[in-house]
């Protein structure tokens, strides 16, 4: 079962205009959530995070949104700049289980953003 | 650079033939973890290591794959009779654990990517 969804597999948005990127979840276990970047050919960065007991955080360009009663978060880019573009992933961990805290992905988002 | 790195970052081998890559966490970090991706899906967990206990393993880790953190440092991954299903990037992340401002956060190496033909 996909317990991490991103939706939509890919996203164009032109230099300078927010870049809105959406992860549904269905694990209610999940109580911290991570976006990553990933460029070809290299392993994911780590860039914004967000635990459950916060609805945003924000850190420079990136904000992350997170609405529990929905399962749902978003991360916002603005302005949106060319070396942005990269595929997103979103991951969500259940902190409180005492072992592994391995993140579980979503398929991710590939932002192409336009001159 | 001390950030996580893995070697080799490319391996083709024939099927049958057994494979082992290394990972080298942050310093320090005493959580390490592997995971792999296929083309147009997310990092799927296969196995985390508290210093060197292997202390989950995913189902995706059948009987061939087996790894080892002898020191509670670097970290071998080894896939024997490889199958071309196998053939995917293979991830190796570290986090801080229990001390540090990045209790939760995993940072990933540049992967391996293995082409079993």
């Known amino acids: 079962d996909q317990q991490v969804k991103q939706n939509s597999p890919s996203l164009s948005v032109q230099e300078g205009r927010i870049s809105i990127l959406n992860c549904d979840y269905t694990?209610?276990?999940?109580?911290?959530f991570l976006w990553y970047k990933k460029y070809p050919a290299e392993g994911p960065t780590f860039l914004i995070s967000?635990?459950?007991?916060?609805d945003k955080n924000e850190d420079g360009r990136f904000t992350v949104f997170l609405n529990k009663s929905a399962k749902h978060l978003s991360l916002h880019i603005v302005p949106s700049q060319p070396g942005d573009s990269a595929v997103y992933f979103c991951?969500?961990?259940?902190?409180?289980?005492?072992?592994?805290?391995?993140?579980?992905f979503g398929t991710g988002t590939r932002l192409q953003v336009t001159l | 650079d001390t950030g996580v790195s893995q070697d080799p970052r490319h391996k083709i081998t024939k099927r049958g033939q057994n494979v082992t890559f290394r990972c080298d966490p942050i310093?320090?970090?005493?959580?390490l973890y592997w995971y792999r991706q296929t083309l147009g899906q997310g990092p799927e967990f296969l196995t985390y290591?508290?210093?060197?206990?292997?202390?989950?393993k995913s189902r995706l880790l059948s009987d061939r794959f087996s790894a080892e953190r002898p020191k509670g440092s670097f970290s071998t991954l080894e896939i024997q009779r490889t199958e071309q299903g196998d053939s995917a990037m293979y991830l190796c992340?570290?986090?801080?654990?229990?001390?540090?401002?990045?209790?939760?956060?995993?940072?990933f190496g540049p992967g391996t990517r293995l082409t079993v033909l």
């Open positions: 992340a570290s986090s801080p654990g229990t001390s540090g401002g990045f209790y939760n956060e995993q940072f």
């Open positions: 967000i635990s459950s007991i916060k």
């Open positions: 991951a969500g961990m259940d902190v409180n289980t005492g072992t592994a805290s391995k993140l579980t």
């Open positions: 290591f508290q210093n060197e206990a292997q202390l989950e």
């Open positions: 310093s320090e970090h005493n959580r």
């Open positions: 694990n209610s276990m999940f109580d911290y």
